[in-house]
């Protein structure tokens, strides 16, 4: 069973900085893109960042030139470093990746979710 677990929430003072981590478990053949989204309460989910296979990145103008993704691919893991933190960055963050995996046809490729990790900013 496929799994993508996130860490690395918490809370902290503006100005500050967290590492949000994001694994992948299971039985996979690749991982094409990863990304992260956030969801703050009253607001829709919106993606925050996102790398490709190859490494290529973009970013919300929100978030550009504070947050940095990043992806080890020995690892099956994609990282979100998150500086110069916010009260406006305050929301549940949430992991993606776009996975093959085995299947009675040979492969899907499908996308998958974590299960969310607060990251909460404020003095």
């Known amino acids: 069973q496929v799994q993508l677990v996130e860490s690395g929430g918490g809370l902290v003072q503006p100005g500050g900085s967290l590492r949000l981590s994001c694994a992948v478990s299971?039985?996979?053949?690749?991982?094409?893109?990863m990304g992260w989204y956030r969801q703050a309460p009253g607001k829709q989910r919106e993606l925050v960042a996102h790398i490709t296979s190859g490494g290529s990145t973009n970013y919300a103008d929100s978030v550009k030139g504070r947050f940095t993704i990043s992806r080890d691919n020995a690892k099956n893991m994609v990282h979100l470093q998150m500086n110069s933190l916010k009260p406006e960055d305050t929301a549940v963050y949430y992991c993606?990746?776009?996975?093959?995996?085995?299947?009675?046809?040979?492969?899907?490729?499908?996308?998958?979710w974590g299960q969310g990790t607060q990251v909460t900013v404020s003095s």
């Open positions: 993606n990746a776009d996975l093959l995996t085995p299947d009675i046809t040979g492969a899907t490729l499908t996308r998958y």
């Open positions: 299971g039985s996979i053949f690749s991982i094409n893109a």
